[in-house]
């Protein structure tokens, strides 16, 4: 019994609870983070395999355009070099032709294609 002026003493197994009663609330902690950090891995992975695949298509896709550049320098110099043997009609036609060519628009090669 507690008598006015004396510490308050808990029992051996008091203390025995509390500390089981604590180190299962950090224990259940330690689980709750465990498994965000496993979330957290596997998002960063998912990531990784992502940033690969646009990097990969990035790379691809300059290629591409790299290729597609030099088609076109060669067609403008197998142009040049033929427009001079065409007749004048003829001549006009290719040279209309070539500028139509230039100003077709993504838009309208998407619609021939599909």
Request: hydrophobic share 35%; with cysteine.
């Amino acid at each position: 019994p507690l008598q006015s002026g004396q510490p308050f003493k808990f029992s051996i197994l008091e203390i025995c609870d509390r500390i089981k009663e604590e180190f299962q609330f950090l224990q259940a902690q330690y689980h709750s983070l465990k498994l965000e950090c496993e979330k957290l891995a596997s998002e960063k992975t998912e990531m990784q395999r992502h940033y690969v695949m646009y990097y990969e298509m990035s790379y691809g896709l300059n290629i591409e355009m790299h290729k597609q550049a030099e088609i076109v320098k060669r067609l403008s110099g197998i142009c040049a070099q033929i427009i001079p043997f065409l007749t004048q009609e003829h001549q006009q036609q290719v040279l209309q032709a070539v500028e139509r060519a230039k100003q077709v628009t993504v838009g309208e090669l998407n619609s021939l294609i599909g």
